[in-house]
């Protein structure tokens, strides 16, 4: 689309690529017999919900807010779990929800009399093993609060325990998912014959140009075939709103130091793409090139910028790109692949302008889904 009239940050989600998402998910779920759902710590805007509801039929919470999304804004019940649920909110996570997973059996044992009869019961179960090698995302690191190992399990479950949940993967291929069964059954299926489904978490990033689907549809039908009773179950995030769309930016100021020079943009990497800093990663930015640090500081003549923030963070910059053109104030800078994660991590620390939310509709019209102001701001400070 041409972005030249729009004047302020905004994302956009495109809806012929979500539906393209959805299509494929859709297709590996039936074909393998399988369920896959929506985990909404990856993606959360609910007024897309009813092109969702086309495609798939629950989604999964680790909150009470995602739980009430997703029974009052998607209209299902949540397959819910959470690190640790209090006393305050369990019984109202419970009504919003058809599963509910326990990280640890002294959660179970505090709360489970509490759910049994209303959703069907779950335990979080650590393999040992993940192939994530950002520590910050593995949740199966060593010292991990994250589930239960199998040494620490009864040899046999309480009668209320219905299924186990493990998750073990980031944006990860079938290959991995087929290593990590290996230890999955090595450790966990003495249990299964006492189990009625199977949660595989999520990080199976389907969706991605590379990926094998064929091998992932014949991974899961030979998990069919050994453990037929068991239900499987897959809720991948980022792979919904993988590729569907860009956050759109501006260049406000250019400023040099010492050889580098920053492009300094109307959005911030701390505020509103925290994965960046975090992971750490370097975005897509459209019609540049990432460059190694190192090759920054050369003679002003090239057209190599840093991207930095609007927030007062010392380190609200990334990397270093290298434009085809002399970049101006005013121009317009596209970040790619901007919907996952980024719409429901950001935040507004220093009171920065949160942006925009649209969605680019399939007969080319842009729909400003939500604009944000000084009194979301406010509110938050109450």
Request: glycine share 6%; proline share 4%; hydrophobic share 35%.
């Amino acid at each position: 689309m041409d972005y030249s009239n729009i004047t302020k940050p905004i994302y956009i989600i495109e809806e012929q690529r979500l539906r393209r998402n959805l299509e494929l998910i859709a297709s590996v779920a039936k074909r393998a017999d399988v369920e896959i759902i929506l985990a909404f710590k990856a993606f959360a805007l609910w007024k897309t919900f009813p092109i969702f509801r086309e495609y798939i039929n629950s989604t999964t919470a680790s909150s009470l807010s995602e739980a009430r999304l997703a029974l009052e804004e998607f209209g299902a019940k949540a397959h819910t779990y959470s690190p640790a649920y209090t006393d305050g909110e369990i019984d109202e996570i419970v009504s919003c929800s058809s599963h509910l997973t326990f990280n640890s059996l002294s959660q179970y044992e505090r709360f489970h009399e509490r759910v049994v009869g209303k959703a069907s019961i779950g335990l979080r179960v650590n393999p040992e093993y993940s192939e994530v090698e950002t520590l910050l995302y593995n949740p199966c690191a060593p010292g991990t609060r994250f589930g239960v190992s199998a040494n620490k399990l009864p040899s046999t479950l309480p009668a209320d325990i219905e299924g186990f949940h493990c998750h073990c993967h980031c944006e990860s291929g079938p290959d991995v998912l087929e290593r990590t069964l290996v230890h999955i059954e090595e450790k966990f299926s003495r249990w299964f014959p006492q189990l009625k489904w199977l949660n595989l978490g999520g990080g199976h990033l389907m969706t991605r140009k590379d990926y094998d689907t064929e091998h992932l549809i014949n991974i899961l039908k030979g998990l069919h075939e050994r453990y037929p009773w068991l239900k499987i179950i897959l809720e991948p995030g980022s792979a919904f709103a993988w590729q569907t769309g860009p956050l759109v930016a501006h260049v406000v100021d250019i400023v040099e130091d010492k050889g580098v020079r920053t492009a300094i943009l109307d959005v911030s990497f701390t505020c509103h793409m925290p994965d960046c800093l975090e992971m750490p990663y370097y975005p897509a930015v459209r019609n540049a090139e990432h460059i190694d640090e190192s090759n920054h500081i050369s003679h002003l003549s090239s057209f190599i910028y840093r991207l930095g923030g609007n927030s007062c963070l010392s380190g609200d910059f990334m990397g270093s790109w290298e434009f085809d053109h002399e970049l101006q104030v005013g121009e317009t800078i596209i970040f790619e692949d901007m919907i996952h994660y980024t719409t429901v991590k950001t935040n507004t620390f220093n009171g920065i302008s949160h942006p925009a939310i649209g969605m680019l509709h399939q007969d080319g019209k842009l729909e400003i889904l939500r604009e944000f102001d000084y009194e979301d701001y406010r509110n938050r400070m109450d």
